[in-house]
């Protein structure tokens, strides 16, 4: 969390590089063509140049075909692979690729008007598109890709610059895919259906339909319709589809949702509730004891547990000096009194400088014993998993539900992954959340020291807005989460976080939007959520020092959802 986090600098300076984004790229018209050759790489590098060798082929990850372009930054490198591509003066043309890996990059130079860029953070296939227009003397311009300095490899497949003919030849245009087979359903939830099916060749993505009405378009071959109503049956087809066209809907599947209701763990939290950390420590905030905490936050996360010398354990020590001679006892006393007034209070595990590592059973394991130990030492409800430095989903999942098993079905869970952690839910924190949805409470993610991120609909949006913080949770409730499952994270005031803080009045305007569709930006959601879980801030210190302002102004507009 702000105060003892990094500031989100790598996230920032890749926001700098982006010129302009337009979506992905409609059907060509009957003319075009595409420019680019090997553009699927099924030639190695022909026609490619990547610097510093920093570029070769693989067989797997692939988009489709049977290669892909595999580049590693290394140094002050960021291995960018180029082509000159013949074009048209005075024309437009639409470029694009399909890419996955921390901060991918495409682009166009030497257009003789503006030069183009986009990225992503994704870490599955995602189909990146830009548009430019040729001046009036381009007959070349400088198509490429490239990752960012100190991140791990980046993978590129179906690169294409669709528009007139410019005369150096290129890859043939791609044909409708076929209709995909195999569509099943995978699992249920009271709200949810989860779907899977056989990829098909060619295709590029692939549109899911409810009911003969499309829900959603993906680029795997999968996908989780959410927001369905409990104990409800429900009929799906699926269709691929490619720069070339759509094929035919599958033959339909029928998923029925379960009859329980709603989220997971989290006993007797209210329907929509606010969450503060609570800091042990003093950082300059105002100095709080647990009895101080204001009386709008059902949640308090007491930051933080620290690292221990056994693999994956975690102890927590009260800072009695740091926080004006607070004794232990005082401290249990005080967390008694709260939850004797509704309140839950829980210990947050991580932090900026949060260490902890579960990536074996041992660890997992010990993090389970530990946590349990101190909710029996000092009567916490759960945890709060904030670990800012990477986490193994399959131990973690593992130590959650142990500990799951020892507390039983009143353990609060929630976790406050950064932006980056949720743009996809193959990433690591997504994929911990999807896993334990049953006994999760809520995910309040983190819309702050942030750069610029994609919302659902694949547009880049910067934070410090209504529509970064609907757009963004917009991936968490179409990703598989409850939206009693969701909240928004911001900072209580401009000293609670190096970036990223936004008045009450913004938050409570996203509220709105993702609940009602009423206040919202340019971006407004396919659907209202009105069970979102309600809204998170760092810290109940920062938000005392600025007179409570915060949760004086949010905390009755989350509970009156």
């Known amino acids: 969390m702000p105060g003892r986090r990094w500031a989100g600098a790598l996230a920032a300076a890749v926001t700098a590089s982006v010129l302009s984004l337009t979506g992905l790229a409609g059907q060509a018209q009957a003319a075009d063509i595409n420019n680019v050759k090997n553009g699927g790489y099924e030639s190695g590098l022909s026609n490619w140049t990547c610097s510093a060798g920093s570029g070769t082929t693989v067989s797997s990850p692939v988009h489709s075909g049977s290669a892909a372009l595999k580049a590693t930054p290394a140094g002050?490198?960021?291995?960018?692979?180029?082509?000159?591509?013949?074009?048209?003066?005075?024309?437009?043309?639409?470029?694009?690729?399909?890419?996955?890996?921390?901060?991918?990059?495409?682009?166009?130079?030497?257009?003789?008007?503006?030069?183009?860029?986009?990225?992503?953070?994704?870490?599955?296939?995602?189909?990146?598109?830009?548009?430019?227009?040729?001046?009036?003397?381009?007959?070349s311009v400088t198509v490429w890709t490239h990752g960012w300095y100190g991140q791990p490899a980046y993978f590129a497949d179906d690169v294409s610059v669709f528009?007139?003919?410019?005369?150096?030849?290129?890859?043939?245009?791609?044909?409708?895919?076929?209709?995909?087979a195999g569509l099943a359903v995978s699992s249920t939830t009271s709200s949810s259906v989860s779907l899977a099916w056989n990829a098909v060749s060619g295709a590029t993505g692939y549109n899911v339909y409810q009911g003969g009405s499309k829900v959603q378009a993906v680029t795997g071959s999968s996908a989780t319709v959410s927001g369905l109503t409990a104990s409800t049956a429900y009929s799906f087809q699926v269709s691929a589809t490619n720069s070339a066209g759509e094929s035919a809907k599958s033959s339909a599947v029928t998923g029925t949702t379960t009859a329980s209701g709603g989220g997971?763990?989290?006993?007797?939290?209210?329907?929509?509730?606010?969450?503060?950390?609570?800091?042990?420590?003093?950082?300059?905030?105002?100095?709080?004891?647990?009895?101080?905490?204001?009386?709008?936050?059902?949640?308090?996360a007491v930051a933080f547990a620290d690292a221990t010398s056994t693999p994956g354990a975690v102890s927590f020590t009260l800072d009695s000096a740091g926080l004006g001679g607070y004794t232990v006892d005082q401290f249990k006393a005080d967390i008694k009194a709260k939850q004797a007034a509704g309140k839950k209070v829980i210990i947050s595990i991580g932090g900026q400088n949060g260490t902890i590592s579960v990536s074996d059973s041992t660890s997992a394991t010990n993090f389970a014993n530990s946590v349990y130990s101190l909710m029996q030492t000092y009567g916490f409800d759960g945890v709060d998993i904030d670990l800012e430095n990477g986490l193994n989903a399959t131990y973690m999942s593992q130590a959650l539900r142990s500990l799951s098993a020892k507390a039983g079905s009143s353990l609060v869970i929630t976790m406050a992954p950064q932006t980056i952690d949720m743009q996809s839910t193959?990433?690591?924190?997504?994929?911990?959340?999807?896993?334990?949805?049953?006994?999760?409470?809520?995910?309040?993610?983190?819309?702050?020291?942030?750069?610029?991120?994609?919302?659902?609909?694949?547009?880049?949006?910067?934070?410090?807005?209504?529509?970064?913080?609907?757009?963004?949770?917009?991936?968490?409730?179409?990703?598989?989460?409850?939206?009693?499952?969701?909240?928004?994270?911001?900072?209580?005031?401009?000293?609670?976080?190096?970036?990223?803080?936004?008045?009450?009045?913004?938050?409570?305007?996203?509220?709105?939007?993702?609940?009602?569709?009423?206040?919202?930006?340019?971006?407004?959601?396919?659907?209202?959520?009105?069970?979102?879980?309600?809204?998170?801030?760092?810290?109940?210190?920062?938000?005392?020092?600025?007179?409570?302002?915060?949760?004086?102004?949010?905390?009755?507009?989350?509970?009156?959802?």
């Open 426 to 561: 193959s990433n690591s924190y997504f994929q911990t959340a999807l896993n334990i949805k049953d006994i999760l409470t809520v995910v309040n993610m983190q819309y702050y020291n942030s750069g610029s991120m994609l919302g659902c609909d694949g547009k880049v949006y910067s934070q410090g807005s209504v529509d970064f913080l609907t757009a963004l949770a917009c991936i968490q409730l179409q990703g598989g989460l409850d939206p009693s499952q969701v909240g928004l994270g911001l900072p209580a005031s401009t000293s609670g976080a190096g970036s990223g803080y936004v008045s009450p009045t913004i938050v409570n305007n996203a509220l709105d939007c993702l609940t009602k569709l009423t206040n919202c930006g340019s971006f407004k959601p396919s659907k209202a959520y009105p069970a979102l879980r309600g809204a998170m801030t760092w810290s109940t210190n920062w938000d005392a020092s600025a007179g409570s302002a915060w949760s004086n102004a949010v905390g009755p507009h989350v509970h009156s959802l």
């Open 264 to 300: 997971g763990g989290g006993g007797t939290v209210p329907a929509h509730a606010v969450t503060g950390y609570w800091q042990n420590f003093n950082n300059g905030a105002t100095v709080q004891k647990i009895s101080a905490v204001q009386s709008q936050y059902d949640i308090i």
């Open 163 to 180: 528009g007139p003919d410019g005369g150096g030849g290129g890859d043939p245009a791609p044909t409708v895919p076929a209709t995909p």
């Open 76 to 139: 002050q490198d960021f291995a960018q692979c180029s082509q000159s591509v013949a074009v048209k003066p005075n024309s437009t043309y639409t470029l694009s690729a399909w890419v996955q890996g921390a901060y991918t990059y495409i682009g166009a130079s030497g257009t003789g008007t503006t030069d183009v860029s986009t990225w992503t953070p994704n870490t599955t296939w995602t189909q990146l598109s830009t548009t430019f227009t040729t001046g009036a003397s381009t007959t």
